[in-house]
T-cell receptor, first 119, second 115 residues
Framework: KAGVTQTPRYLIKTRGQQVTLSCSPISGHRSVSWYQQTPGQGLQFLFEYFSETQRNKGNFPGRFSGRQFSNSRSEMNVSTLELGDSALYLC??????????????????FGSGTRLTVV | AQSVTQPDIHITVSEGASLELRCNYS??????LFWYVQSPGQGLQLLLK??????LVQGIKGFEAEFKRSQSSFNLRKPSVHWSDAAEYFC?????????????FGKGTTLSVSS
């Protein structure tokens, strides 16, 4: 079956612009999480959605937002881009029910990521 | 501070030699423990996970990991490394009350394989 699909794979944006990244989870998975990966900070949790509701949020500024649609597809948006937002953004989906136990028990399947470069 | 520590930033192993990658966590209760692998330009692939039961866990690609509660460790091992194992390896914890559904990752260990 198809894995987690992230589009686009690569993006180059200018400081001050905004960007939208898309994630299609594995069929049947209703939980979608987003992570930012940078050389300096490593992998950091952004937020998690289940059934169109944000269930968990990491320690990122309000410029980072997301949403989930009724078909479980998710988007994340970054407004007023800064150079430090350059990163690999990874999406992960889970069969979990949006709680920490089922999410961890089922585990997460990651997509290949979107590489965002801010110039 | 509560954290996930991978003490080795970079390891080089000869092809055919054994491998052990270290991971320590500092959380009170035993969390869910994961090992992921990331090839250049790719996402994360789950190698194995542990929560309870047998402390020696078998994963994909010939990897195994051993949970040691007394040492708060979850080390990844492989008896014979192949050149295709060269990648970055991440240890992660999940199921934490303070983190909710988030996975907390270590900084990663880069594995190079020499011929």
């Amino acid at each position: 079956k198809a894995g987690v699909t992230q589009t686009p794979r690569y993006l180059i944006k200018t400081r001050g612009q905004q960007v939208t990244l898309s994630c299609s989870p594995i069929s049947g998975h209703r939980s979608v999480s987003w992570y930012q990966q940078t050389p300096g900070q490593g992998l950091q949790f952004l937020f998690e959605y289940f059934s169109e509701t944000q269930r968990n949020k990491g320690n990122f500024p309000g410029r980072f937002s997301g949403r989930q649609f009724s078909n479980s597809r998710s988007e994340m948006n970054v407004s007023t881009l800064e150079l430090g937002d350059s990163a690999l953004y990874l999406c992960a989906s889970s069969l979990g029910g949006g709680d920490r136990w089922s999410s961890a028990n089922y585990g997460y399947t990651f997509g290949s990521g979107t590489r965002l470069t801010v110039v | 501070a509560q954290s996930v520590t991978q003490p080795d930033i970079h390891i080089t192993v000869s092809e055919g030699a054994s491998l052990e990658l270290r991971c320590n966590y500092s959380y009170g209760a035993t969390p869910y423990l994961f090992w992921y692998v990331q090839s250049p330009g790719q996402g994360l692939q789950l190698l194995l996970k542990y929560f309870s039961g047998d402390t020696l866990v078998q994963g994909i690609k010939g990897f195994e990991a051993e949970f040691k509660r007394s040492q708060s460790s979850f080390n990844l091992r492989k008896p014979s490394v192949h050149w295709s194992d060269a990648a970055e390896y991440f240890c992660a914890v999940g199921g934490l009350a303070r983190a909710g559904t988030a996975l907390i990752f270590g900084k990663g260990t880069t594995l190079s394989v020499s011929s």
